[in-house]
């Protein structure tokens, strides 16, 4: 008959609402444990488990080492091993609630092991239980007396319980075993700011000043106790201090230049966080934050100005962090200056070229510069490092479509689609895009349907609106529609020149000339350098009957494109030509 044994750990607690209130009434948490004494076979079966448990465990197999674990106990119900490992795994994966309750099991058999009782501490302090947490403590200090950083954890427990004298006090007796280092004074001020005593506060690091009159760090705490408490005539003299002592810590720099900006001095604080940006030893996320909060001016000429000042240092600075030189081009993005923001995204990707958001600017840049060339070769390469991301192949087939290769930017534009796009605005660009490259196809149906498509999600993207009406013109199809389409854009758009050039020549091919002639002409005022309009001019003048104003306007295009054959003739012959 095997012999039951019963297991039992109690946990006094008083029960507490916030971090100081008490309850009368103990609660009192029981934990039963039921085991019983082995035979050889079950032992020798466990300890296989046990290993099985480990080596799956290790190659992060976690549900087959629970699995192996549970087993354990099925066998051997007291086997605090087994526990302890199943409170790692769920401790691990963030269930509080089952590691909690395998720990506990694992400390109420093994009362003596640090770790059970370490594991027991790591969860209740997860979980804010600082009641459980410091009864955890007071066994850790009685198994280790000797590690300080249990001691420390009790000061905090204390403290957070809502005990800031008890807490003061173990702080104290830690300062008598350690002295006054950066853990006792952290503790201390947390405490003494609790109450609201500044001069307790102060004394402290006053005094290790005192005693390391060349540490900057103590200087720069002092500081900032003044000035998170509104004494910044104080801390700003203290500031200046760690100045004298080291002119290049970008932490006293920040620092002062947060008191200059109180005091309505920004150019006085920019100096200081200009001083600090070229310190390395200022981390780069940080360097960023300041940055960003530039934006929020934008397009503030001094904002902008500050920006890239900033954003230059940081790339002369930060020489090999990618991070630098991709703000750097947004920052020049936002200030349009998108040929030097070019620049810098390709210096960024040269140093890494996994961060599809940079791909994803340099890309934006050559669609707006209509550069169809990088636009096919940087966009091929992109999506060798990111094939899943429709962006890509949005924007190599508009370069496809720019070096007229109609038919890869069909491919492209058709990949784009398979996708799911949550953006509505490229998807309608993308049905444009088709829209454009089956007209060049020749393919009408489809280009009707696919900027039918684009409009129906966007119904007043003025792009879709006029070459859509364009092409209808060019096809003399519904050129009803097609005006009221032309119209809208230039009301939406209005002195843009390639919008009134269209909206005119449906104006001509309705035979509206006089109507054609005003907007044409808007259109030449807008853009005086397009052969095309000046071509289209004449012919308007010419459907009017003025041939000398016909001529005139022709010769001005043939001038600026001397390579049109067919208006060479309108010329020699003095007549339209279709």
Known sequence: MNKQKILFLFFFLSGFSGFAQKNKNPKQELIIVGGKEL?????????????????????????????YFNQ???????????FYELGMIYFKRGDLTQAKEFAQKAVTIKTDNEWYWLLNANIYQQQQDFLLLDYVLNELIKLAPKKIEYQFDKANALF????????LTLYNKLEQQVGLTDPVLQGRQRIYL???????????LEQLIKNNPTDVRYYLFLGDLYFSNHMTVEALSVYQKAKELDENNPFTSIAIAQILESQKKPEQAYEEIKAAFKQESLNIDQKVKIIIKYFDAFPNPVAFSKAEELSLILTQVHTTDPKSFSLYGDVLYQKQDYKLAQIQYEKALALNKNIYAIWDQLLRIQLFLNDGKILITKGEE???????????????GFGYLQEGNAKQAISYFNNALNFDINNLGIKAQIFSGLGDAYQAENKYKESVIAYEQALSIEPKNTYTLNNYAYYLSLRNQDLVKAEKMSNLSNQLEPNNAAFQDTYAWILFKLKKHDAAKDWMQKAIKNNPNSATQFEHLGDIF????????????????????????LLQKKINEKKYFE
């Open 160 to 167: 957070m319980m809502g005990k800031p004298d008890e807490a």
């Open 39 to 67: 035979t050889p076979e079950d032992s020798n079966k466990v300890t296989q488990l046990f290993y099985s448990g480990l080596r799956e465990k290790v190659v992060q197999n976690q549900t087959l080492a629970i699995d």
């Open 194 to 204: 609790k109450k609201g005593n500044i001069s307790k506060a102060s004394a402290d």
């Open 382 to 396: 992109a999506l060798s490092y990111f094939p899943n991301q429709y962006a890509l192949y949005f924007y190599t």
């Open 72 to 82: 354990i106990l099925q066998i051997d119900p007291a086997n605090y091993n087994a």
């Open 542 to 565: 010419f459907k009017l009957g003025d041939v000398n104003n016909a001529l005139l306007n022709w010769k001005k295009s043939l001038q600026i494109n001397s390579k049109n054959e």
